[in-house]
């Protein structure tokens, strides 16, 4: 167990996490992004992402770490981080991709994500990395106003590729920050 803060622990997922992993992001994810979906049916993005195959994967990548945020005993979200991972399009030396941060909106405003951030950086500038980059919906108006308020830089825009999202909201804003 990691701690962040006097409220705030880090817990390491592991294989056989996976079901708790997979109920906590079907109760932190859908209200947030349901609108995204066609249907707004979001378990196939469950599904695909937080089932045991994808998640062996994920935990077998050696630069990459993968936790239960904590908040005041209750499990709250999750978070993870890919150490040594070049932002392909724009700079190539060491970054850290902020690949997942999902928090339930019960928690939202109460520092949490400004903790978890600062902590990255801290993790990421003891690993020997750079920079920070994140991708963000573009539709996220409160997650992108956070990331701008940390002081990330828009560096780009992308979009997500999948079947089922609804074309109108697959729009992502690339978030940069040198450390």
């Known amino acids: 167990m990691i701690q ?10 592991c294989f056989q996490d996976q079901k ?3 109920k906590l992001v079907a109760k932190v994810y859908r209200p947030v992004y349901k609108h995204l979906w066609k249907n707004e049916d979001s378990s196939w993005y469950i599904n695909k992402f937080y089932s045991k195959e994808n998640l062996k994967k994920e935990l077998s990548n050696i630069d990459a770490e993968y936790y239960f945020v904590i908040f005041k005993s209750q499990d709250v979200g ?11 399009s724009h700079i190539k030396d060491s970054n850290v991709y902020l690949h997942r941060i999902y928090l339930g909106s019960e928690v939202h405003g109460k520092g949490i994500g400004k903790a978890l ?3 990255v950086e801290k993790r990421a500038k003891e690993k020997g990395n750079s920079s920070i980059w ?3 919906m573009d539709t996220q108006e409160q997650a992108l106003h956070f990331y701008t308020k940390l002081e990330y830089e828009n560096i780009g825009k992308t979009s997500l590729d999948f079947e089922l999202i609804k074309k109108d909201f697959s729009g992502m ?3 940069w920050k040198q450390l």
């Open 4 to 13: 962040i803060s006097e409220h705030i622990q880090l817990q390491e997922i």
């Open 20 to 22: 708790k992993l997979e």
């Open 78 to 88: 999750i978070l993870r981080i890919d150490f040594n991972r070049p932002l392909e």
């Open 117 to 119: 951030f600062n902590w």
């Open 134 to 136: 994140l991708k963000a």
């Open 173 to 175: 804003i690339i978030f």
